[in-house]
């Protein structure tokens, strides 16, 4: 009995050092490694309700993008994938991740994300809308200024939908014209 004992103090003494317990772990990148990730970088990290969504370089190109859960001072992996390539000049390329996917708690639902990345220097303005009457997204896209001169775009849906009946990517200039469509 008393080796059992000592066994069990000694393994949770190393879980605890480790940085691992099932709170999870000490850092993001910490959680991102364990959640089976490989990245070369993070590019941008945009807090949610109890989660930070990460965007990260994959090591074949591109970016992926997924959601860190954060409890407390730790982090857990929650899900993520949906790579989108660095565009030639004069595009933008999208994708769209359910970061819902292994979520059952409905406080950390955060529907879908839709992200890309934009390389024509007159855009500005990026603005995103689904096609169905139901409007489960309309909203103008958040644009990071990336280091290697690309800009990151994202918008998280408003409301949570079953379908996804395609959307509408409008890019504006500095005057307001439109410069960019993509259905």
Same mark, same amino acid.
């Given at each position: 009995?008393? #080796?059992?004992?000592?066994?069990? $103090?000694?393994? &949770?003494?190393?879980?605890? /050092?480790?940085?691992?317990?099932?709170?999870?772990?000490? &850092? %993001?990148?910490?959680?991102?490694?364990?959640?089976?990730? #490989?990245?070369?970088?993070?590019?941008?990290?945009?807090?949610?309700?109890?989660?930070?969504?990460?965007?990260?370089?994959? @090591?074949?190109?591109?970016?992926?993008?997924? $959601?860190?859960?954060?409890?407390?001072?730790?982090?857990?992996?929650? +899900?993520?994938?949906? =790579?989108?390539? +660095?565009?030639? *000049?004069?595009?933008? =390329?999208?994708?769209?991740?359910?970061?819902?996917?292994? =979520?059952?708690?409905?406080?950390? #639902?955060?529907?879908?994300?839709?992200?890309?990345? $934009?390389? *024509?220097?007159? %855009? $500005?303005?990026?603005?995103? *809308?689904?096609? &169905?009457?139901?409007?489960?997204?309309?909203?103008?896209?958040?644009?990071?200024?990336?280091?290697?001169?690309?800009?990151?775009? /994202?918008?998280?849906?408003?409301?949570?939908?079953? &379908?996804? @009946?395609?959307?509408?990517? =409008?890019?504006?200039?500095?005057?307001? %014209?439109?410069? /960019?469509? +993509?259905?």
């Amino acid at each position: 009995m008393a #080796k059992a004992k000592r066994f069990l $103090i000694l393994v &949770s003494l190393l879980l605890v /050092f480790s940085g691992c317990t099932n709170n999870g772990y000490k &850092s %993001i990148e910490e959680a991102i490694q364990q959640g089976g990730i #490989k990245y070369k970088q993070i590019y941008h990290q945009h807090e949610v309700n109890k989660g930070i969504i990460t965007f990260y370089e994959n @090591p074949n190109g591109g970016i992926d993008a997924g $959601i860190v859960y954060k409890n407390s001072d730790r982090y857990r992996w929650g +899900f993520g994938g949906g =790579t989108v390539s +660095f565009p030639n *000049e004069g595009d933008v =390329t999208w994708g769209a991740v359910n970061l819902d996917l292994n =979520t059952k708690n409905e406080e950390e #639902k955060h529907y879908w994300l839709y992200y890309g990345i $934009i390389n *024509e220097a007159q %855009i $500005i303005r990026l603005h995103i *809308e689904h096609k &169905s009457p139901d409007k489960h997204i309309d909203k103008n896209a958040e644009i990071i200024e990336l280091p290697d001169g690309y800009r990151l775009w /994202f918008a998280l849906q408003d409301k949570k939908s079953y &379908s996804q @009946p395609g959307f509408i990517l =409008t890019g504006y200039d500095k005057d307001g %014209i439109n410069v /960019f469509h +993509f259905e």
